[in-house]
């Protein structure tokens, strides 16, 4: 499996990268016949990346779909498996559970303003 080196992903025509295409940045169904195969691999031969990978989309699925309700027997679901890291996501997640809820209910985001402090980091981490 190629091993994920930045510098060397794919970039838009302007020269930025394009996180989309990074290993691991598209939706499974949207990747090339010979990568959904290798994922399927992997994910066979490991059940804690299997599982890990189940939650994640799970997740996504509840942010780009609104799904509040869905929220408590996810977090369930997460503390059964023996996952350390998901465990603290969810610890955090816990800690802030008014701003969680308000992000899977409300239909605005904040995304194009952190899009551009991100941007002007990166400009200000140049200079």
């Not at 295409?21 to 066979?44: I, M, N, R, T, Y």
């Not at 990978?53 to 027997?73: D, I, W, Y």
Request: proline share 9%; with cysteine; charged share 25%.
């Amino acid at each position: 499996m190629p091993t994920f080196v930045p510098s060397k992903m794919p970039r838009r025509r302007d020269g930025r990268r394009r996180p989309e295409l990074w290993p691991g940045g598209s939706h499974p169904d949207a990747l090339p016949e010979k990568e959904q195969l290798k994922l399927k691999s992997v994910l066979a031969h490991c059940p804690e990346l299997d599982a890990l990978a189940g939650h994640v989309r799970s997740f996504g699925q509840m942010l780009t779909q609104l799904q509040k309700e869905r929220l408590p027997e996810w977090i369930a679901a997460v503390r059964a498996d023996d996952l350390p890291s998901m465990h603290t996501f969810i610890n955090g997640l816990e800690r802030d559970r008014a701003a969680v809820t308000a992000g899977l209910t409300l239909p605005w985001s904040s995304g194009v303003v952190e899009g551009h402090v991100n941007r002007i980091k990166m400009i200000k981490r140049q200079m």
